[in-house]
């Protein structure tokens, strides 16, 4: 088996230096009634040329060929060849958790800097070196406000990606954490006039998302000084961060949960993506994950360990900010090596395109009779219209024409029905955006 | 070594009372133990506390060591030094490394806690287990 | 700096595996930024330009990214293709870390990751354009269950400690759905960090249950523990010493007489994999590292995947969405589960991971067991050839990693983290050092199937010269390494004084 680097004689050899006749042997400790007699009923071998086929057949029975106009949390975005020729050298892919920093000094650096461009980014003043992905994120960055003001309630906006939602009360549930929901305004933006001081007693976070699932931008500045005079903290989470190119950083909240897919990771069917969490300094010992810090040797050498490691469940264990160990370290410098391909210039024009497509593509769409705008607020590259039909009969129909349909609101938000998200990014050219258009239009003007 | 007007912990805490006041920290054997300190957790002035309960952390770079209080009493001062220097812990422990004041709540408490020769008898006998 | 590693005398053929690391002196890659480089360009607009400030408003817009790095795609590939050149990886050399399993991440397992209609798949799609993907996680899923012997599976979580968690969290529903979901689990003291730090999340009270004189469950304490309040027992098999729970088959009765679970940590699963199926010898929910024994590659820290599979009883309560396949053949996720825990992240799980774990097991098929076998040979081999040398603490069969002590070095001042570093002269990744915490100054050894018998030899030879070097000459191995491009970095100032970011 080309994986197995032994040959039958050293296989033997070995068996006769430990002292035994065969390997089975080696398995005594196993009581016999539960040791397998046949194999196990998997199947292969493959050869490697099979494992392509195998692969390939099941790339054909997904959507080559199709156009998407789905956003929802996981973006379509140019990405350069050149981050996969790096992430793909063996000294990245296949080495292990810098523990033993003397020689890993490469994945280290690269964690610092990827701690500063989400710094960067963020307008935070220092990040982690990666959560499991957005959503895990966002439910860390709030625990972690729970144990910074010690108290237990929560409100968190509606318009807050749903998926991400149901992962916080998944973790909330056993924790005794007391989460309510906030509702949206006509402008799509969380409804500032129910954060009252009655709501607000008690609370250690307010939590929203900008852009939030409905595309829309919400107004931090004035949802942080509203939290904070009520002594709780602003927790932010944002899904598209190529926004960030030219939106404004949420420098105003306290601690800020990202997913960082956006940035060269592929959409993969669901992941691996990857989180952040940036805050600010003073609350970096009850920030969960892994910290890069910078230090020197004895000779004054500049190098990289991972530090305030007691806040991690190696050591703290049942007090640790967290469970967390593995987390998704090569995605990290997945982000690192395409935000530094496209530095400061590039990121603001793919955020400019990304702005330009998507109000091209909704006032065609608006002009289609019975298409109507929902959302009054800002939006970056994703937006929300009615239309007069079921949005799930009109995405049947897009995808007998090759394109898969806008993001049916109504599957999370039954006030909603009728009204999709609908996502352009820079990677969706101008005729395929006027097909979609074309194709919508005429199937809206044919009988039901 | 160990100041004759202190008291001690099994758990290696020391305490200084002046009058109604006590004032509390590690020992030397403790920081020797942990190694170099790098963060040191009080809780905040104003917490009352009863003897053995927790009076914080003292963390290493790869251990955390929990710090009991000695007796019963309510926090009227934290180290401010420690925040900036909590290396103090290494190089003063029974000195300017001190972690809180105690408004002690029960005198009496301090008597049955050990005089500096049988503490040092105590960690002498430390040394032979290992 | 001089390279200081001893010419060692050995009968194994002259390889010398040691390289000093190029000593670029590359900064940051923020250290090499100046305005207007670009790295990456984008093809032009085909739409009307829009200005962000008439079109948000002024106060939604940022004046550019300060201190943002501009650099030209030569000093991106340059910059981190020296990076890379000052790490160790399994593609250089064997990594002895225990409970790590650090094997071979096969290359055609990246290659069909990557491929056009796999990677590029929206996890929002609908169903009809997505059975491919469905149905890799549908043959995964059935691959995984019939390695462990379980009934049904969670796909989702991204990592063993996830994994865990979303096992703790089924077996707090499962009992509060027969009227009490108790207080307790029950952790050995060998056990890793995340075991406790995920039953806490849980809402369960952690209770640590010593090991015996042999470093196992001792059954008769294991009785007396179990109470009402106790929902389960978290036990790694074999446990973090590389040993077999023996009493593996009492200890699943112990806890099933009282209503309460057996969860196994499968971090060890690579002793085990077409050997023995934990589902038949009483476990009841475990989570797989696929990181580990499935191949997937660390890449620094991560992605992993920590699927859990479950008996029959537990099956109502998993994470949605779940892998189904329907009457008619097609492959769907089915959230329409009333009584599941609900969901642990976003989307259906690690797909690209998941996806190389397949290509992994179709590699093998039947055949699996023999990469187990290789890995308890290999522990085995080591371990016979390094007792004479070092402490072993537990002289029990090892399986398919051995766990020594630094007892007899520890004399002459030297310790498991100062061997561990002079490992590193000798071309080695260290081994597992400080854990498990039984055992004090452990060092924790599993070479994987991975290693042939040269890079076997090479570490024992690699070894025995330390152990010698502890004798005659302490203080070369309690300043190493020598040979990489920093040397010992001082962490107390990295603690005391983090700095976190570059800053112009």
Same mark, same amino acid.
């Given at each position: 088996?080309?994986?197995?680097?032994?040959?039958? @004689?050293?296989?033997?050899?070995?068996?006769?230096?430990?002292?035994?006749? @065969?390997?089975?042997?080696?398995?005594?400790?196993?009581?016999?009634?539960?040791?397998?007699?046949?194999?196990?009923?998997?199947?292969?071998? !493959?050869?490697?040329?099979?494992?392509?086929?195998?692969?390939?057949?099941?790339?054909?029975?997904?959507?080559?060929?199709?156009?998407?106009? *789905?956003?929802?949390?996981?973006?379509?975005?140019?990405?350069?060849?050149?981050?996969?020729? !790096?992430?793909?050298?063996?000294?990245? *892919?296949?080495?292990?958790?810098?523990?033993? %920093?003397?020689?890993?000094?490469?994945?280290?650096?690269?964690?610092?800097?990827?701690?500063?461009?989400?710094?960067?980014?963020?307008?935070?003043?220092?990040?982690?070196?990666?959560?499991?992905?957005?959503?895990?994120?966002?439910?860390?960055?709030?625990?972690?406000?729970?144990?910074?003001?010690?108290?237990?309630?929560?409100?968190?906006?509606?318009?807050?990606?749903?998926?991400?939602?149901?992962?916080?009360?998944?973790?909330?549930?056993?924790?005794?954490?007391?989460?309510?929901?906030?509702?949206?305004?006509?402008?799509?933006?969380?409804?500032?006039?129910?954060?009252?001081?009655?709501?607000?007693?008690?609370?250690?976070?307010?939590?929203?998302?900008?852009?939030?699932?409905?595309?829309?931008?919400?107004?931090?500045?004035?949802?942080?000084?509203?939290?904070?005079?009520?002594?709780?903290?602003?927790?932010?989470?944002?899904?598209?961060?190529?926004?960030?190119?030219?939106?404004?950083?949420?420098?105003?909240?306290?601690?800020?949960?990202?997913?960082?897919?956006?940035?060269?990771?592929?959409?993969?069917?669901?992941?691996?993506?990857?989180?952040?969490?940036?805050?600010?300094?003073?609350?970096?010992?009850?920030?969960?994950?892994? !910290?890069?810090?910078?230090?020197?040797?004895?000779?004054?050498?500049?190098?990289?360990?991972?530090?305030?490691?007691?806040?991690?469940?190696?050591?703290?264990?049942?007090?640790?900010?967290?469970?967390?160990?593995?987390?998704?370290?090569?995605?990290?410098?997945?982000?690192?090596?395409?935000?530094?391909?496209?530095?400061?210039?590039?990121?603001?024009?793919?955020?400019?395109?990304?702005?330009?497509? %998507?109000?091209?593509?909704? %006032?065609?769409?608006?002009?289609?009779?019975?298409?109507?705008?929902?959302?009054?607020?800002?939006?970056?590259?994703?937006?929300?219209?009615?239309?007069?039909?079921?949005?799930?009969?009109?995405?049947?129909?897009?995808?007998?024409?090759?394109?898969?349909?806008?993001?049916? !609101?109504?599957?999370?938000?039954?006030?909603?029905?009728?009204?999709?998200?609908?996502?352009?990014?820079?990677?969706?050219?101008?005729?395929?955006?006027?097909?979609?258009?074309?194709?919508?239009?005429?199937?809206?003007? @044919?009988?039901? | 070594?160990?100041?004759?007007?202190?008291?001690?912990?099994?758990?290696?805490?020391?305490?200084?009372?002046?009058?109604?006041?006590?004032?509390?920290?590690?020992?030397?054997?403790?920081?020797?133990?942990?190694?170099?300190?790098?963060?040191?957790?009080?809780?905040?002035?104003?917490?009352?506390?009863?003897?053995?309960?927790?009076?914080?952390?003292?963390?290493?770079?790869?251990?955390?060591?929990?710090?009991?209080?000695?007796?019963?009493?309510?926090?009227?001062?934290?180290?401010?030094?420690?925040?900036?220097?909590?290396?103090?812990?290494?190089?003063?422990?029974?000195?300017?490394?001190?972690?809180?004041?105690?408004?002690?709540?029960?005198?009496?408490?301090?008597?049955?806690?050990?005089?500096?020769?049988?503490?040092?008898?105590?960690?002498?006998?430390?040394?032979?287990?290992? | 700096?001089?390279?200081?590693?001893?010419?060692?005398?050995?009968?194994?053929?002259?390889?010398?595996?040691?390289?000093?690391?190029?000593?670029?002196?590359?900064?940051?890659?923020?250290?090499?930024?100046?305005?207007?480089?670009?790295?990456?360009?984008?093809?032009?607009?085909?739409?009307?330009?829009?200005?962000?400030?008439?079109?948000?408003?002024?106060?939604?817009?940022?004046?550019?990214?300060?201190?943002?790095?501009?650099?030209?795609?030569?000093?991106?590939?340059?910059?981190?293709?020296?990076?890379?050149?000052?790490?160790?990886?399994?593609?250089?050399?064997?990594?002895?870390?225990?409970?790590?399993?650090?094997?071979?991440?096969?290359?055609?397992?990246?290659?069909?990751?990557?491929?056009?209609?796999?990677?590029?798949?929206?996890?929002?799609?609908?169903?009809?354009? =997505?059975?491919?993907?469905?149905?890799?996680?549908?043959?995964?899923?059935?691959?995984?269950?019939?390695?462990?012997?379980?009934?049904?599976?969670?796909?989702?979580?991204?990592?063993?400690?996830?994994?865990?968690?979303?096992?703790?969290?089924?077996?707090?529903?499962?009992?509060?759905?027969?009227?009490?979901?108790?207080?307790?689990?029950?952790?050995?003291? =060998?056990?890793?960090?995340?075991?406790?730090?995920?039953?806490?999340?849980?809402?369960?009270?952690?209770?640590?249950?010593?090991?015996?004189?042999?470093?196992?469950?001792?059954?008769?304490?294991?009785?007396?523990?179990?109470?009402?309040?106790?929902?389960?027992?978290?036990?790694?098999?074999?446990?973090?010493?590389?040993?077999?729970?023996?009493?593996?088959?009492?200890?699943?009765?112990?806890?099933?007489?009282?209503?309460?679970?057996?969860?196994?940590?499968?971090?060890?699963?690579?002793?085990?994999?077409?050997?023995?199926?934990?589902?038949?010898?009483?476990?009841?929910?475990?989570?797989?590292?696929?990181?580990?024994?499935?191949?997937?590659?660390?890449?620094?820290?991560?992605?992993?995947?920590?699927?859990?599979?479950?008996?029959?009883?537990?099956?109502?309560?998993?994470?949605?969405?779940?892998?189904?396949?329907?009457?008619?053949?097609?492959?769907?996720?089915?959230?329409?589960?009333?009584?599941?825990?609900?969901?642990?992240?976003?989307?259906?799980?690690?797909?690209?991971?998941?996806?190389?774990?397949?290509?992994?097991?179709?590699?093998?098929?039947?055949?699996?067991?023999?990469?187990?076998?290789?890995?308890?040979?290999?522990?085995?081999?080591?371990?016979?050839?390094?007792?004479?040398?070092?402490?072993?603490?537990?002289?029990?069969?090892?399986?398919?990693?051995?766990?020594?002590?630094?007892?007899?070095?520890?004399?002459?001042?030297?310790?498991?983290?100062?061997?561990?570093?002079?490992?590193?002269?000798?071309?080695?990744?260290?081994?597992?050092?400080?854990?498990?915490?039984?055992?004090?100054?452990?060092?924790?050894?599993?070479?994987?199937?991975?290693?042939?018998?040269?890079?076997?030899?090479?570490?024992?030879?690699?070894?025995?010269?330390?152990?010698?070097?502890?004798?005659?000459?302490?203080?070369?191995?309690?300043?190493?390494?020598?040979?990489?491009?920093?040397?010992?970095?001082?962490?107390?100032?990295?603690?005391?004084?983090?700095?976190?970011?570059?800053?112009?």
């Amino acid at each position: 088996m080309r994986y197995l680097p032994k040959s039958q @004689s050293e296989r033997e050899e070995m068996l006769a230096s430990i002292g035994v006749q @065969s390997v089975d042997e080696l398995f005594q400790s196993i009581p016999e009634k539960f040791r397998l007699k046949t194999p196990l009923p998997l199947p292969g071998p !493959l050869s490697e040329m099979e494992i392509i086929q195998y692969f390939q057949a099941r790339a054909a029975e997904n959507s080559q060929g199709y156009t998407s106009f *789905l956003g929802a949390g996981v973006y379509q975005h140019l990405r350069s060849v050149v981050t996969d020729a !790096l992430v793909q050298r063996g000294e990245f *892919l296949t080495s292990y958790t810098p523990y033993q %920093a003397e020689f890993a000094q490469g994945t280290l650096t690269a964690i610092f800097e990827f701690q500063t461009l989400m710094s960067q980014l963020t307008g935070q003043e220092v990040a982690n070196a990666s959560m499991y992905d957005g959503s895990t994120a966002l439910t860390e960055a709030v625990l972690m406000a729970e144990r910074l003001t010690d108290r237990h309630k929560v409100l968190i906006a509606r318009s807050v990606h749903p998926e991400y939602r149901q992962v916080l009360a998944t973790y909330a549930k056993n924790l005794g954490l007391e989460i309510e929901e906030i509702g949206y305004t006509p402008s799509g933006q969380l409804d500032r006039s129910s954060l009252t001081a009655e709501k607000l007693a008690g609370v250690g976070a307010v939590v929203v998302q900008s852009p939030n699932f409905f595309g829309v931008l919400e107004e931090l500045p004035g949802l942080a000084d509203a939290a904070h005079a009520a002594g709780a903290l602003l927790v932010t989470c944002i899904t598209e961060p190529v926004s960030l190119g030219i939106v404004r950083p949420p420098a105003e909240a306290d601690i800020v949960a990202m997913e960082g897919q956006a940035f060269g990771v592929s959409p993969s069917y669901g992941g691996p993506y990857v989180g952040v969490i940036a805050t600010r300094e003073k609350f970096v010992r009850q920030m969960p994950g892994r !910290l890069a810090g910078q230090t020197t040797d004895a000779a004054g050498r500049r190098g990289f360990v991972l530090t305030l490691a007691t806040r991690e469940q190696h050591i703290r264990r049942e007090k640790a900010t967290s469970n967390i160990c593995t987390n998704e370290a090569l995605y990290a410098l997945v982000a690192t090596i395409h935000l530094t391909l496209m530095g400061k210039e590039g990121l603001r024009e793919v955020a400019l395109q990304n702005l330009a497509k %998507a109000r091209f593509a909704q %006032a065609e769409l608006e002009k289609i009779p019975g298409v109507r705008r929902v959302f009054s607020g800002p939006t970056f590259n994703e937006f929300v219209l009615e239309f007069p039909r079921s949005v799930k009969m009109i995405n049947s129909a897009l995808l007998r024409v090759k394109i898969v349909g806008p993001f049916a !609101l109504g599957t999370h938000y039954p006030e909603l029905t009728k009204r999709a998200l609908i996502c352009v990014t820079e990677t969706m050219p101008r005729t395929e955006i006027e097909r979609f258009v074309a194709a919508t239009k005429k199937i809206l003007e @044919s009988p039901v | 070594m160990y100041p004759k007007d202190y008291r001690y912990t099994k758990e290696h805490e020391w305490i200084k009372v002046d009058g109604a006041i006590g004032t509390v920290g590690i020992t030397d054997y403790a920081q020797s133990e942990l190694g170099d300190v790098v963060f040191v957790e009080v809780p905040k002035v104003g917490t009352q506390l009863k003897g053995g309960q927790s009076l914080g952390t003292v963390e290493s770079v790869k251990a955390v060591s929990e710090i009991f209080t000695p007796v019963s009493g309510e926090v009227t001062e934290t180290n401010p030094a420690l925040h900036d220097a909590p290396e103090k812990i290494n190089s003063d422990p029974h000195g300017s490394a001190w972690l809180v004041k105690l408004r002690l709540a029960d005198p009496k408490e301090v008597s049955s806690l050990m005089d500096a020769a049988a503490y040092e008898a105590y960690i002498a006998d430390k040394a032979k287990e290992h | 700096m001089s390279s200081k590693f001893t010419e060692i005398e050995s009968s194994a053929p002259a390889i010398r595996k040691v390289r000093p690391h190029p000593n670029q002196n590359e900064g940051l890659i923020f250290e090499r930024s100046a305005a207007g480089k670009r790295g990456m360009e984008i093809p032009p607009l085909d739409v009307p330009a829009v200005d962000p400030v008439a079109a948000l408003g002024r106060e939604f817009v940022r004046d550019g990214i300060e201190g943002f790095p501009e650099v030209s795609e030569i000093e991106v590939i340059r910059h981190f293709t020296r990076l890379s050149t000052w790490n160790y990886a399994i593609d250089l050399g064997m990594y002895p870390l225990g409970s790590c399993t650090m094997k071979y991440n096969p290359r055609v397992n990246e290659f069909v990751a990557r491929l056009d209609g796999l990677a590029t798949e929206h996890p929002e799609q609908p169903g009809e354009i =997505s059975q491919g993907c469905l149905r890799i996680l549908w043959d995964l899923q059935n691959c995984l269950l019939a390695v462990t012997g379980m009934d049904a599976a969670t796909l989702q979580p991204a990592a063993g400690a996830q994994g865990e968690l979303a096992g703790l969290l089924m077996i707090r529903a499962y009992l509060a759905s027969k009227g009490n979901p108790r207080k307790k689990v029950l952790i050995p003291d =060998s056990a890793h960090g995340t075991n406790p730090a995920s039953v806490v999340i849980a809402g369960y009270e952690v209770q640590n249950i010593r090991s015996n004189a042999r470093g196992q469950i001792d059954t008769d304490h294991l009785r007396e523990f179990v109470t009402d309040d106790v929902a389960a027992l978290m036990l790694t098999n074999p446990s973090t010493l590389g040993v077999f729970e023996e009493r593996i088959a009492e200890i699943a009765e112990i806890l099933h007489s009282k209503g309460a679970l057996l969860y196994m940590d499968g971090a060890n699963m690579n002793a085990l994999a077409g050997v023995t199926r934990p589902g038949d010898f009483g476990v009841d929910v475990m989570h797989l590292n696929l990181h580990k024994t499935f191949s997937t590659p660390h890449g620094g820290g991560g992605p992993g995947s920590g699927p859990v599979m479950v008996k029959k009883i537990l099956e109502p309560f998993l994470p949605i969405p779940v892998v189904v396949k329907k009457e008619n053949g097609q492959f769907a996720l089915d959230q329409n589960r009333p009584q599941s825990i609900g969901r642990v992240r976003a989307y259906c799980g690690n797909f690209g991971v998941l996806l190389r774990a397949l290509a992994y097991t179709l590699a093998y098929g039947p055949g699996i067991r023999k990469a187990t076998e290789d890995a308890v040979l290999n522990a085995n081999y080591i371990r016979k050839n390094l007792e004479e040398y070092f402490d072993l603490p537990y002289n029990l069969p090892s399986m398919h990693e051995v766990v020594f002590s630094d007892a007899r070095q520890k004399r002459n001042g030297v310790n498991t983290m100062d061997m561990a570093k002079r490992l590193i002269d000798y071309g080695f990744h260290p081994y597992t050092t400080a854990f498990p915490l039984i055992v004090p100054g452990a060092m924790m050894i599993e070479p994987t199937e991975s290693e042939s018998k040269i890079e076997c030899d090479l570490f024992i030879d690699a070894m025995r010269s330390i152990a010698a070097e502890c004798d005659e000459n302490p203080d070369l191995v309690k300043t190493a390494p020598h040979s990489t491009r920093v040397g010992r970095l001082d962490e107390v100032a990295a603690a005391r004084k983090p700095i976190l970011r570059w800053k112009p």
